[in-house]
C-alpha cells in the first residue's frame, strides 16, 4: 500500500484481522439472525472498544457473491429484527460506539 494512499474508517467490509484479536473481541454475535446486517457493525464497534481501528483501503476489491441472496428475497424483517438487537446492544441506532 502507498502511504499517500487515503485509508477511510469503514463498515460492511470484508474482514482481515489477526487471530489474536479476533479471540479477544469473539466471533460474529449470532443474535444477529439472517443476512439482516449490523453484525459488521456490531464486531466494528468491539474492534474499536479494544482500542484498534477499523479501515478500508479503497483500491481493494472484495467480489461479495452472497449478496445476490438478498436480492432474490426480501430480507426487511431481518433487517428490523437485527437494527432491534444492534440498538438495544449499543444504545445506538449508527454504526460507531459513543
Same mark, same amino acid.
Given at each position: 500500500?502507498? =502511504?499517500?494512499?487515503?485509508?477511510?474508517?469503514?463498515?460492511?467490509?470484508? +474482514?482481515?484481522?489477526?487471530?489474536? #484479536?479476533?479471540?479477544? #473481541?469473539?466471533?460474529?454475535?449470532?443474535?444477529? #439472525?439472517? #443476512?439482516?446486517? +449490523?453484525?459488521?457493525?456490531?464486531?466494528?464497534?468491539?474492534?474499536?472498544?479494544?482500542?484498534l481501528k477499523v479501515v478500508i483501503v479503497p483500491r481493494s476489491k472484495v467480489w461479495h457473491?452472497?449478496m445476490q441472496t438478498r436480492s432474490r428475497r426480501?430480507?426487511?424483517?431481518?433487517?428490523? +429484527?437485527?437494527?432491534? =438487537? +444492534?440498538?438495544?446492544?449499543?444504545?445506538?441506532?449508527?454504526?460507531?460506539?459513543?
Amino acid at each position: 500500500m502507498a =502511504v499517500s494512499e487515503e485509508i477511510k474508517e469503514g463498515q460492511e467490509q470484508a +474482514y482481515l484481522i489477526r487471530r489474536g #484479536i479476533l479471540f479477544r #473481541i469473539g466471533l460474529f454475535d449470532e443474535k444477529f #439472525i439472517g #443476512i439482516g446486517g +449490523y453484525e459488521d457493525w456490531d464486531m466494528n464497534n468491539r474492534i474499536r472498544q479494544e482500542g484498534l481501528k477499523v479501515v478500508i483501503v479503497p483500491r481493494s476489491k472484495v467480489w461479495h457473491k452472497g449478496m445476490q441472496t438478498r436480492s432474490r428475497r426480501d430480507t426487511s424483517a431481518e433487517q428490523i +429484527y437485527n437494527a432491534g =438487537v +444492534y440498538q438495544t446492544k449499543w444504545k445506538s441506532h449508527k454504526e460507531s460506539i459513543e
